[in-house]
């Protein structure tokens, strides 16, 4: 069994999510959104997200963070600021001492819902179905737990299929 942090940066709303499993059995242990107010400095919001994913990680103790790949974005100032929150984020997991490993949404889709083009929603409601969630989940937080769930499939073939770690 090994324990991750998925992490879903955004210079609004961070999700987060900590999912333990072993390729055929997963755990929800806890999610979340990081709220960001919009009226805060960018570098205000950026130590917030530092902050509280390295509060989830000291509480939950992941051994791993998954966080997406960059993508291309038509916006320059939003892919900035994507990266930066992406940043903060993955800075608090390796300050903690965590392995960083990335996925495309592609990836992520694909070992969620089965199709690498699913929307949004989709993976949301397999999400809610994997875990057996009965509330909503916002998006943020789904899509980190989708992002946590493609490391623990990823990691256990890995093992499975004894190939070295890519990620």
């Not at 903690?96 to 990836?107: K, Q």
């Not at 929603?121 to 999400?127: D, N, P, T």
């Not at 994997?130 to 769930?149: G, K, Q, W, Y």
């Amino acid at each position: 069994m090994i324990r991750t942090i998925g992490v879903d940066p955004g210079s609004r709303f961070t999700g987060f999510a900590i999912v333990e499993g072993d390729g055929y059995h997963l755990h929800h242990i806890h999610h979340g959104t990081v709220r960001l107010p919009a009226t805060r400095p960018l570098p205000e919001r950026l130590q917030i997200i530092f902050e509280q994913i390295r509060d989830a990680i000291g509480t939950h103790a992941p051994q791993f963070m998954a966080v997406e790949e960059v993508f291309f974005a038509k916006n320059v100032k939003s892919a900035l600021s994507l990266g930066q929150a992406r940043g903060a984020a993955i800075l608090a997991g390796t300050s903690l001492g965590l392995s960083i490993h990335e996925y495309s949404a592609l990836s992520v889709k694909q070992s969620v819902a089965g199709y690498g083009r699913a929307p949004k929603e989709q993976v949301a409601g397999m999400v809610q179905r994997l875990f057996r969630i009965d509330a909503r989940i916002e998006p943020n937080a789904a899509d980190a737990l989708a992002i946590a769930v493609c490391h623990i499939s990823t990691w256990s073939s890995n093992r499975r299929w004894k190939l070295p770690d890519k990620s």
